[in-house]
């Protein structure tokens, strides 16, 4: 266990409606990174927050969004969802931007647009 | 842009037969270099990191080891339980993101 947890495990959204995704970052971790994997692909990058400021984003249109919070859990905002956003969605901590800086991923949260 | 291009696609091995995955990368300054495994629906589970050409870790049946342009990981004496997605990854000295490969499938058959 990495002591990232995500929530929900599972959701089923109908295409047009907004969602709301949450992780709680691994003690002693300031950044959290959000990945998105479709089925039998790599994670993508979507975005990363560190100290609760954006820092870095992928190629995902503006809606997608997302927040840190004072504690380092996170949440990860896609409006107007489309049939293509159904995938597993990652999170990951890790210790700032030190050289050690290995991600240690949740267990996923998997949307179904419909 | 980083590209990481994982071969094979799948892998099939008897239990007990020793292999190789094949990660090639292209990054403009290697900051470090991840092995992951994947269970079916879950997130990845981190296995390694890799900082420099020369480098080789360790765990259990599992080995490492990366060059200026490719990781390797040898399997050793596989067991059924080995039987999962393994995910290479970069990360560039400028930034934090993983750059993520599509990923080998290996299934080790008893």
């Known amino acids: 266990e990495t002591g990232v947890t995500q929530s929900p495990t599972h959701l089923i959204k109908t295409r047009g409606q907004q969602v709301t995704l949450r992780c709680s970052s691994q003690s002693g971790h300031n950044t959290v990174s959000w990945y998105q994997q479709a089925l039998g692909q790599g994670p993508q990058f979507i975005f990363q927050y560190y100290r609760e400021e954006e820092n870095g984003r992928g190629n995902f249109p503006p809606r997608f969004s997302g927040l840190q919070f004072p504690n380092y859990s996170s949440e990860l905002n896609v409006n107007a969802l489309e049939l293509d956003d159904s995938a597993l969605y990652l999170c990951?901590?890790?210790?700032?931007?030190?050289?050690?800086?290995?991600?240690?991923f949740g267990q996923g949260t998997r949307l179904t647009v419909v | 842009e980083d590209q990481v291009t994982q071969s094979p696609e799948a892998l099939r091995l008897q239990e007990g037969e020793s292999s190789s995955l094949n990660c090639s990368y292209t990054?403009?300054?290697?900051?470090?270099l991840f092995w992951y495994r994947q269970d079916p629906g879950k997130g990845p589970e981190f296995l390694f990191t890799?900082?420099?050409a020369g480098e080789e870790k360790e765990k259990e049946r599992l080995k490492a080891t990366l060059t200026k342009k490719e990781s390797f990981l040898h399997i050793t004496a596989p067991k059924p339980e080995d039987s999962a997605t393994y995910l290479c990854a970069v990360q560039q000295t400028s930034g934090s993101r993983l750059t993520f490969g599509e990923g080998t499938q290996l299934t080790v058959n008893p």
């Open positions: 890799l900082y420099s």
């Open positions: 990054v403009s300054g290697l900051r470090g």
């Open positions: 990951a901590s890790s210790q700032g931007q030190a050289r050690n800086t290995e991600a240690f």
